[in-house]
Structures are given as C-alpha cells and as structure tokens.
C-alpha cells in the first residue's frame, strides 16, 4: 500500500480551506505543513489539518515536511515560488492563473522537467463528476459531430464596484482575463485541444477609482479540432450563469459546473404530435434526475460535498492517485495542459483592442504627503468614503493596508499606503508617528471564537496599545449595532441601551465586536485611552454592494430571503453621512469615550428597499420572507450535526433573539449624534433614495 503523498500549503487564505478540505478527503494524499506570512493564519489553519506551521518557503523546504506543495498565493508570485519548491525537489501544484505569462509557465514547466517532477495546473472545475461524464459521452459519440460549444462564466464581480480596489485582478485589465479565463479556456483545451482564437473583446467597461477603466465583460471566438467555440464572461450582476454547451447532430449537452449537473436535448422518433411531449418529459426527467443525485450527496455528507468541494476532490483523486502509484500524469492537469490553456489566453490579450488593456497611468506625486489621520482598514466600503471625506476636509491620511497598492491613485499628494502587519505592535507604533486621530476599521470574519479572540479582539486592543505608544490623541472604533439584540419591535435602542450579557449564543461577528468595544472601553477607564466608539447601520450608497447581506440571504442577484417578514424599518445610512459621522468622532472633544449609533431617519423597509429599486432601476428582483424560526431550527439542526456527527469544535449555539436581531426588529433612536456631534443625515427621502439607488450603480451598468 503506497504512503500519502505529505502537502504543504503555501498561502493560508480563502482558497486554501477547500484545497485542505479536499486533501483530507483523498485517500493518497496528506496535509503536514502550512505556510503563510501571517503567522496566526499559518498556525489557524495548521492547527486545522494537525499540520506544521511556517511563516517562510525556506523553512518549509528546509524542514522536509512534504513531498509536493500547492501554491495558493497571489498569481505575481506563483512563478518564482513554484521554481523554488520544483528544484528543492518537491512536486506542485499552483492555483490558476498558474502564472501571469506564457513565458512564466513554460519556465515552471522547464524546471519541472529539469527536476524530474510534477507540475500541475489547478484547473479544479476538470474534476467535476459531470464534467467526467460529459468528456465521456463526447469521445463515445453520444452527442454525434460536435459542431459548436459555448462556454460562459456569468458571475458578479463585487470588487469591481464596491472594492477592494487593490487586488490583484483588478491592477490591469488583462488580469480579470488571466483570473476567470483558466477554467473556461481548460474546459475548451480538454475537450477540443489546443484554441486558435479568431475574436476578442472587452464589454461593459467601468471606472475604478482615478477613472482607471476596467471591463466587465469578456466575448471571445475561437476555434478547436473543427469546433466552433465561443467564451462569454460577465462579471455585472447578473443570475449566475457557468456552463459548458456542446451542439452536436445527435443531441445538445449543458453542463451547469457550479451546479454540477449535466443535461442532454435530444430527438426521437416519435411522430409529430408525440414527439415534442417525449422531448420535454425527458428534459425534466434529467433535471428530476440530477437534482435528486445532487440531494442524495449533500444530505449523505451534511453538506461537505457542494459541486465546488467535489470539483476540488475530483482534482486531488485525478493528481495524487497516479503520482502515490508511479503512475503516468493524468493530461488534464498536466504541464502541457497549463501551458496550452496560457497560451490561448495570451493570444485572447493580444486579440483585445488596445484601448481595453489601458491602464491609466498615476497621478504624479507634487508633494510627499504628511498625514495627520491614519485610516486602518481604508480599502473597505466605509474606509474609502472616510478616507476620501477626510482628504475634502484638508488632511493627508496614512491607510494602513496588507500590499503597497491603495484604491487612491488619485491622491498621491494627499493619501499614502503603509503596509503594515496588525499583529505587529512595533510597526503599528513608528507607523503612527506624527498622527492624531486614528480611525480603525478593521475587520475579522473568523469561524471560531478563538480566532475572533485572535484577530479581531486581539488585534483591536494591539491597535490601542499602539495608540497610546504613539501618543494619538483620538481612536474611533467602528463597532456595528449588530451586537445590539434588536429582537423585540417594542424595545427602542439607544446608545444606553446595553448588548446582553451572555452572547455565547450570537454569531461570532457580533460578539467579537462586542468584546472588542468592551475591552476598548475597559482601557479608558483605567488608563484613559481617548477613544470613541461609532456603529453604524446597515450603510448603503455609491460604491456599496448590491448583495447587502444585512437586509437578508442572496441566492445571486435575482433573488432574496429577507430576514423577517420586510415590513419593519430598517436603519439604514448612505455612507456619505457616515463618513460624516465618523469625521465629526475624531475631532469633537465630546465625544470621547462616548459612543454614537450612525442611523439614518427612518423611512424605508426592506421590501420598500427592493421596491424603490424596481421603480428606479427597473429591475425587479425576487424577494421572499424569511421565517425566522425556521432559520433557528435549521441552524440548530446543522449545529447538532456538525457537533455531533463531524465533531466540530468552536461551534457557535445558536439562538433565536441572534436570528431576530438580523431583521432588526427594534427600532434606533438616533439622537445622540446628532445632539452632541451635530451630525445631520439625509432626512429628505427622495433624495436619500437617489444617493442611495439612483447613483449606486448597484448592477454595474
């Protein structure tokens, strides 16, 4: 019986759990080490799969814990990091795009070559049960002589319009194409071969901050193996929409690989009046079929085998089984693979006008700026607006970020981006020399309460230390009213009104934020930290996403479950005031130690949200109820699982008050700031609508 082949990790962020997760699963293979150069997220993640943490590549090579790595990092980096681990003798395994060039991948080939070892490419969707069986029926002739495929990525692409803007995908143009086109481009390289790419072009372009244009549309015409192929990706909201269709003369497949479900349109034999009802009863017997198969395997593993696990553990079976075997690669995840599918869409680039592919150059920097104001989370929704208010008003702010690129281009006089580690109490301190008032707006969606200990209370209360270290005259926090239990529509909430005692049973976002504020407040009262506590409501406006989960669950754009029944007023805020409301914190001497609920006047439900967006957008999208205990018992029902059956720790109980307190039952009262802070929201509801929908651009076009 062959070993497990040994894995590490190399990037510990959000891909990196469905990789581990699928590892687990294969019988062939093992997590033993996980790198990072967080050492938290490496030890967090580690600590998952009873893994080695490391902060370095060196190290990890050094150690000998594994015999093939994935490399999970930013694709700038995917290169020089698969050449270091393929000459230290390890096998690997990159996530797409595998490089950001042709001449990239054909060196990680070459080294791979050289150091006599695998290299594969991370094209996971070609592991999918019905992708498998969709090649099958291909190459057995089921579908007759395949003339035409057609192969669309329709997904949105929230960062395009409410940010992060300092991602990498969104740095040039062709860098959504290298990022969506791997797995469209792989499907059309397995099943035809190697793309001669005859069209291209850019749709639906939108403005990132600096007016840098970027698409959010790819149409693309190629040709392969006779076959006429034709790649849509779309990133505005739209329903989601990724599949594969092949038209051949004895029938028409539709692969749905986010579903993974697989479709066949096919004649038979019957006589005219007979033959369109055969048609449709088959269609719905497959679609019967496949819905029941996709229900069978998601209540048998407690929801641990989605299309997109399955489409991961498909991957690891197809790359681990042959390599613990000493068997041959399997070719669709094979170096000639990655390179086959970079080429095709460096030729797609090279197709593009050349218009599309501009990138606006930098503003050119007049002055060094000298920030007075550090803005600590400055790329998020808020941060932005706040940073960009604070810049109106006369300051130069420092934004405190994970990279050197800022979502302020615009601003090289005024803005400057300091990439500094939140865990490192050193580099917060001298990176808060010479600032007054520090903004944090920090973030930490952790699964666990000792992660949210961690990275979010942890690193509030280290944020504090620095403060005081770096004499900063003023910290504004920004909590959220969603620690509040806003359960009973009786019940009026105002900054007097205390979160309950025991929030063991909230979700773990509102508890942390809780106990972040708590431990903030605590450090005032003993050693005087000058710090001011904001919550604002549900924010919306330009720049905000259309899928706001603070107003219910999204099933794609199209559809909503709201939380409640929708008819109570919500407390919602455009972020113009916030940024406001925020501004007038950290420079009134009241408001220390003080703490202000940024709700705006209450004038709308959620139905008259989705309403108002109907008749300004003319876009109606389906909205339901939720009931509200029944999301209680489904939860308790999946914690009693997941407790008892996976034997999961850290698990949050759950409670009915957490589940009513999403539909913000109990009404703001929204005095105070506006009292001490002489803070002023939008009143008026027309033009609170307008700023709110009218110029959102919340669909993207």
Request: aromatic residues 6%.
């Given at each position: 019986m062959p070993q497990p082949i040994r894995v590490g990790l190399i990037g510990a962020g959000y891909i990196a759990s469905w990789h581990g997760d699928a590892l687990k699963a294969t019988p062939d293979a093992q997590v033993t080490a996980v790198c990072d150069l967080s050492e938290p997220a490496a030890e967090g993640l580690a600590m998952a799969y009873g893994a080695v943490p490391f902060t370095s590549v060196e190290a990890l090579i050094r150690s000998g814990a594994c015999d093939a790595v994935h490399i999970l990092t930013p694709p700038q980096l995917h290169a020089e990091l698969a050449q270091e681990c393929l000459q230290a003798g390890l096998h690997v395994l990159v996530e797409k795009p595998v490089a950001v060039s042709l001449e990239e991948t054909r060196a990680i080939a070459e080294t791979a070559e050289a150091a006599g070892k695998r290299f594969h490419p991370g094209h996971n969707f070609l592991g999918l049960p019905s992708y498998v069986r969709m090649k099958g029926a291909l190459l057995a002739g089921t579908y007759g002589r395949v003339s035409q495929a057609e192969i669309t990525w329709a997904l949105p692409l929230a960062p395009l319009r409410s940010g992060p803007f300092n991602l990498w995908l969104l740095r040039a143009p062709k860098n959504l194409l290298l990022e969506l086109g791997p797995h469209p481009f792989a499907f059309a390289v397995d099943l035809f071969g190697p793309l001669d790419i005859l069209h291209a072009e850019a749709t639906k372009p939108i403005a990132l901050p600096g007016d840098d244009m970027r698409p959010q549309g790819f149409r693309i015409l190629a040709r392969a193996g006779g076959v006429e192929i034709t790649f849509?990706?779309?990133?505005?909201?739209?329903?989601?929409?990724?599949?594969?269709?092949?038209?051949?003369?004895?029938?028409?497949?539709?692969?749905?690989?986010?579903?993974?479900?697989?479709?066949?349109?096919?004649?038979?034999?019957?006589?005219?009046?007979?033959?369109?009802?055969?048609?449709?009863?088959?269609?719905?017997?497959?679609?019967?079929?496949?819905?029941?198969?996709?229900?069978?395997?998601?209540?048998?593993?407690?929801?641990?085998?989605?299309?997109?696990?399955?489409?991961?553990?498909?991957?690891?079976?197809?790359?681990?089984?042959?390599?613990?075997?000493?068997?041959?690669?399997?070719?669709?995840?094979?170096?000639?693979?990655?390179?086959?599918?970079?080429?095709?869409?460096?030729?797609?680039?090279?197709?593009?006008?050349?218009?599309?592919?501009?990138?606006?150059?930098?503003?050119?920097?007049?002055?060094?700026?000298?920030?007075?104001?550090?803005?600590?989370?400055?790329?998020?929704?808020?941060?932005?607006?706040?940073?960009r208010r604070?810049?109106?008003?006369?300051?130069?702010?420092?934004?405190?970020?994970?990279?050197?690129?800022?979502?302020?281009?615009?601003?090289?006089?005024?803005?400057?981006?300091?990439?500094?580690?939140?865990?490192?109490?050193?580099?917060?301190?001298?990176?808060?020399?010479?600032?007054?008032?520090?903004?944090?707006?920090?973030?930490?969606?952790?699964?666990?309460?000792?992660?949210?200990?961690?990275?979010?209370?942890?690193?509030?209360?280290?944020?504090?230390?620095?403060?005081?270290?770096?004499?900063?005259?003023?910290?504004?926090?920004?909590?959220?009213?969603?620690?509040?239990?806003?359960?009973?529509?009786?019940?009026?909430?105002?900054?007097?009104t205390r979160f309950p005692e025991d929030m063991t049973d909230r979700n773990l976002y509102a508890r942390s934020k809780a106990e972040c504020e708590r431990q903030l407040m605590k450090l005032h009262a003993e050693r005087g930290l000058p710090v001011t506590i904001a919550r604002p409501g549900i924010v919306v406006g330009h720049g905000g996403p259309l899928q706001h989960w603070g107003i219910g669950r999204w099933h794609g754009a199209g559809a909503v479950r709201i939380w409640g029944p929708g008819h109570n007023l919500l407390p919602f805020v455009l972020i113009d005031d916030v940024a406001d409301g925020l501004l007038r914190m950290g420079t009134d001497p009241a408001a220390i130690g003080q703490s202000f609920n940024l709700v705006g006047e209450p004038m709308l439900t959620a139905r008259g949200y989705f309403d108002a967006i109907e008749k300004t957008l003319g876009a109606r999208i389906r909205v339901n109820s939720g009931n509200l205990t029944v999301f209680y018992a489904s939860d308790a029902v999946k914690y009693g699982l997941k407790k008892y059956a996976l034997r999961k720790k850290g698990l949050v109980r759950p409670s009915l008050a957490d589940w009513k307190s999403r539909a913000h039952f109990s009404p703001f009262v929204n005095e105070k700031p506006k009292t001490v802070l002489g803070w002023q929201p939008e009143a008026d509801r027309a033009r609170f609508l307008q700023k709110a929908i009218g110029e959102a651009n919340l669909f993207g076009f």
């Amino acid at each position: 019986m062959p070993q497990p082949i040994r894995v590490g990790l190399i990037g510990a962020g959000y891909i990196a759990s469905w990789h581990g997760d699928a590892l687990k699963a294969t019988p062939d293979a093992q997590v033993t080490a996980v790198c990072d150069l967080s050492e938290p997220a490496a030890e967090g993640l580690a600590m998952a799969y009873g893994a080695v943490p490391f902060t370095s590549v060196e190290a990890l090579i050094r150690s000998g814990a594994c015999d093939a790595v994935h490399i999970l990092t930013p694709p700038q980096l995917h290169a020089e990091l698969a050449q270091e681990c393929l000459q230290a003798g390890l096998h690997v395994l990159v996530e797409k795009p595998v490089a950001v060039s042709l001449e990239e991948t054909r060196a990680i080939a070459e080294t791979a070559e050289a150091a006599g070892k695998r290299f594969h490419p991370g094209h996971n969707f070609l592991g999918l049960p019905s992708y498998v069986r969709m090649k099958g029926a291909l190459l057995a002739g089921t579908y007759g002589r395949v003339s035409q495929a057609e192969i669309t990525w329709a997904l949105p692409l929230a960062p395009l319009r409410s940010g992060p803007f300092n991602l990498w995908l969104l740095r040039a143009p062709k860098n959504l194409l290298l990022e969506l086109g791997p797995h469209p481009f792989a499907f059309a390289v397995d099943l035809f071969g190697p793309l001669d790419i005859l069209h291209a072009e850019a749709t639906k372009p939108i403005a990132l901050p600096g007016d840098d244009m970027r698409p959010q549309g790819f149409r693309i015409l190629a040709r392969a193996g006779g076959v006429e192929i034709t790649f849509h990706l779309s990133m505005v909201e739209t329903v989601d929409d990724r599949s594969v269709t092949l038209r051949g003369s004895s029938g028409r497949a539709r692969l749905d690989y986010a579903a993974d479900t697989l479709v066949v349109d096919r004649e038979n034999a019957s006589d005219l009046i007979v033959n369109p009802l055969r048609r449709q009863l088959d269609q719905s017997w497959q679609h019967l079929r496949e819905g029941l198969r996709n229900a069978a395997i998601q209540t048998g593993s407690l929801n641990q085998k989605g299309p997109y696990a399955q489409s991961f553990r498909g991957m690891m079976a197809a790359i681990y089984g042959p390599l613990a075997s000493g068997q041959p690669q399997d070719s669709r995840f094979s170096a000639e693979s990655a390179l086959t599918v970079m080429q095709a869409l460096e030729a797609a680039i090279a197709k593009l006008p050349p218009e599309a592919l501009e990138v606006k150059a930098p503003a050119v920097q007049t002055r060094k700026p000298k920030p007075t104001a550090m803005v600590i989370g400055g790329t998020g929704f808020i941060g932005r607006a706040l940073t960009r208010r604070l810049v109106a008003e006369g300051q130069d702010v420092r934004v405190l970020s994970r990279g050197r690129h800022g979502p302020f281009p615009d601003l090289p006089d005024r803005v400057e981006t300091a990439p500094v580690s939140l865990h490192d109490l050193d580099a917060l301190t001298q990176a808060m020399q010479g600032i007054d008032t520090v903004y944090n707006l920090a973030r930490s969606l952790e699964t666990t309460w000792a992660g949210a200990l961690v990275n979010d209370v942890g690193v509030s209360t280290r944020i504090a230390m620095a403060c005081e270290a770096a004499g900063v005259t003023r910290l504004v926090y920004t909590g959220t009213i969603a620690s509040y239990d806003m359960s009973d529509p009786h019940v009026q909430i105002t900054e007097e009104t205390r979160f309950p005692e025991d929030m063991t049973d909230r979700n773990l976002y509102a508890r942390s934020k809780a106990e972040c504020e708590r431990q903030l407040m605590k450090l005032h009262a003993e050693r005087g930290l000058p710090v001011t506590i904001a919550r604002p409501g549900i924010v919306v406006g330009h720049g905000g996403p259309l899928q706001h989960w603070g107003i219910g669950r999204w099933h794609g754009a199209g559809a909503v479950r709201i939380w409640g029944p929708g008819h109570n007023l919500l407390p919602f805020v455009l972020i113009d005031d916030v940024a406001d409301g925020l501004l007038r914190m950290g420079t009134d001497p009241a408001a220390i130690g003080q703490s202000f609920n940024l709700v705006g006047e209450p004038m709308l439900t959620a139905r008259g949200y989705f309403d108002a967006i109907e008749k300004t957008l003319g876009a109606r999208i389906r909205v339901n109820s939720g009931n509200l205990t029944v999301f209680y018992a489904s939860d308790a029902v999946k914690y009693g699982l997941k407790k008892y059956a996976l034997r999961k720790k850290g698990l949050v109980r759950p409670s009915l008050a957490d589940w009513k307190s999403r539909a913000h039952f109990s009404p703001f009262v929204n005095e105070k700031p506006k009292t001490v802070l002489g803070w002023q929201p939008e009143a008026d509801r027309a033009r609170f609508l307008q700023k709110a929908i009218g110029e959102a651009n919340l669909f993207g076009f």
